[in-house]
């Protein structure tokens, strides 16, 4: 990929895990626009640096219902890779999430995936524990712990899967 080539990152999860939130920690979007009630995909564009060279982000929120994803969407087409957001105070968005990804995987070979736990910040409720995510990540996945409240770790998902698309994570 080169520097002039924009990178299609496409943002997944269940409903309600704070994915439009987490697109607005990233680019900057007001919180009261990122919570608007949309259908089908928002597209945002925004700029990353992996590896000494600025990229061109082109983003897509993309609206997920509970109980699965229909991948043959359009939205998908082209995707270099995704972030797949889940809510580490709901376990069924860990499971759920994992599944996903592994779809993504076998429906686009090659594309690359990152699981952003978010919520990470409300550690009072969390149903997904430490060791959970030390499991998960054992398996091979990249899990980044995110707050979409705070911007923890938001902009860090965004830099790995661009290196990771890239070649360079």
């Given amino acids: 990929m080169s520097a002039q080539n924009p990178i299609k990152i496409c943002v997944l999860g269940e409903a309600a895990v704070g994915k439009s939130e987490f697109i607005g920690a990233f680019s900057g979007r007001d919180a009261e626009n990122a919570r608007r009630i949309r259908s089908g995909a928002q597209v945002e564009v925004g700029e990353i640096e ?3 060279v600025t990229h061109e982000l ?7 219902a509970d ?5 043959e969407t359009p939205y998908l087409t082209g995707v ?3 972030i797949v957001v889940c809510d580490r ?7 759920a999430s ?6 993504l995987e076998d429906s686009f070979p ?8 978010n ?10 524990s430490d060791a959970d995510l030390e499991r998960i990540r054992g398996g091979g996945l990249r899990v980044i712990e995110t707050s979409s409240h705070t911007g923890n770790n938001v902009r860090r998902c965004f830099e790995e899967v661009t290196a990771m698309v890239t070649g360079h994570g």
């Fill in 50 to 52: 992996a590896d000494g």
């Fill in 58 to 64: 082109v983003v897509w929120d993309i609206l997920c």
């Fill in 67 to 71: 109980g699965g994803f229909v991948l």
């Fill in 80 to 82: 270099h890779g995704c």
């Fill in 89 to 95: 105070t709901r376990r069924p968005t860990v499971t």
């Fill in 98 to 103: 994992r599944a996903l990804i592994s779809r």
């Fill in 110 to 117: 090659g594309v690359s995936c990152i699981l952003a736990v």
């Fill in 119 to 128: 919520k990470s910040d409300l550690t009072d409720r969390a149903e997904v």
